[in-house]
């Protein structure tokens, strides 16, 4: 199995709506354009910040359609999936597969909390169900409750062999750099999930980082990726110090309307998004985001 595109910077791109809360097609093919063409190395569908949990399947499967016809190659495409129930994950994961997805990554189920025999049999299950692509395990404890535990995700690497990787939000360097070492032999893919941190993931041996900031900045968090593979760590580290601030001012917004009101800043169409959330309003919260991209050098 090919996993030689596993790696750079992935955009969990955002999912851009009109007033009825539809795929914004021409939209949202912009978007796919912009990422593309300043220099990301992959598209997430439906990640967090794509708002994955908001869509029905149908409209899900038709912005998938959408992102992998105007992606047409030039990347690849990551479809995620962050059901609670197996057996809509494998509904779903094979119908990523049918419409164009290069890999499937697979966030562990909210509300509930597994065991690991429970964990482990959901991931494998899911993996078995698209035996001939590539698997990434998402591993969010900040917003699913509990983390993935070394040992279940060492045991998924060793025993499936369609699950090549995983995308590390929990923040814990300590743990990034244990997945990708105790999983050398298999060639196990590990990418930060952090934006702030991908400089440090990337020093401990991710492939690359699954970042939000490729939306509405692409340039910076491609240039922390681009001088760290050319070895010009100083110069990858600036750049990581330049995006810090902007993605740590996100905080004051709720999630994850934060990328959406950077991108409008920007002049990029994202759109509003889906309800409850709301863009934000309040003046302080968007004059910090003023200041923060101003200082970057953003606007």
Not at 36 to 65: P, T
Not at 167 to 173: E, L
Not at 241 to 265: C, E, G, I, Q, T
């Given at each position: 199995?090919?996993?030689?595109?596993?790696?750079?910077?992935?955009?969990?791109?955002?999912?851009?709506?009109?007033?009825?809360?539809?795929?914004?097609?021409?939209?949202?093919?912009?978007?796919?354009?912009?990422?593309?063409?300043?220099?990301?190395?992959?598209?997430?569908?439906?990640?967090?910040?794509?708002?994955?949990?908001?869509?029905?399947?149908?409209?899900?499967?038709?912005?998938?359609?959408?992102m992998a016809e105007q992606a047409a190659g030039r990347v690849p495409v990551y479809f995620g999936i962050g059901a609670i129930n197996t057996r809509k994950c494998v509904r779903l994961a094979q119908m990523a597969v049918r419409n164009g997805a290069a890999c499937v990554s697979v966030l562990q189920p909210m509300f509930l909390k597994p065991t690991y025999e429970e964990l482990y049999r959901h991931f494998r299950t899911i993996a078995e169900a698209v035996p001939e692509t590539p698997v990434l395990l998402y591993n969010n404890p900040g917003r699913v409750g509990y983390g993935l535990s070394i040992e279940l995700v060492t045991a998924l690497a060793h025993d499936v062999p369609?699950?090549?990787?995983?995308?590390?939000?929990?923040?814990?360097?300590?743990?990034?750099?244990?997945?990708?070492?105790?999983?050398?032999?298999?060639?196990?893919?590990?990418f930060g999930g952090k934006d702030t941190l991908l400089y440090a993931s990337l020093c401990v041996g991710a492939v690359g980082g699954v970042c939000t900031a490729g939306n509405f900045m692409p340039e910076l968090i491609g240039a922390v990726y681009e001088r760290f593979i050319q070895g010009d760590l100083?110069?990858?580290?600036?750049?990581?110090?330049?995006?810090?601030?902007?993605?740590?001012?996100?905080?004051?917004?709720?999630?994850?309307?934060?990328?959406?009101?950077?991108?409008?800043?920007?002049?990029?169409?994202a759109g509003s998004p889906y309800l409850p959330s709301l863009p934000t309003v309040k003046a302080e919260t968007l004059e910090l985001f003023r200041s923060v991209m101003r200082d970057a050098g953003l606007l």
């Open positions: 199995m090919n996993t030689d595109f596993i790696k750079g910077v992935v955009v969990p791109i955002i999912t851009v709506i009109d007033g009825e809360e539809r795929i914004d097609e021409a939209g949202m093919r912009k978007q796919v354009d912009y990422v593309i063409e300043n220099g990301m190395h992959g598209i997430l569908a439906f990640g967090s910040n794509g708002e994955f949990y908001e869509l029905e399947e149908d409209e899900m499967e038709r912005g998938l359609r959408i369609n699950i090549v990787g995983m995308k590390d939000t929990s923040g814990d360097i300590t743990l990034t750099e244990e997945c990708v070492r105790r999983n050398r032999d298999v060639s196990f893919k590990v100083k110069g990858s580290l600036e750049a990581q110090f330049r995006l810090n601030p902007v993605r740590l001012a996100m905080d004051k917004a709720s999630f994850p309307v934060a990328a959406k009101d950077m991108a409008a800043l920007r002049g990029i169409p």
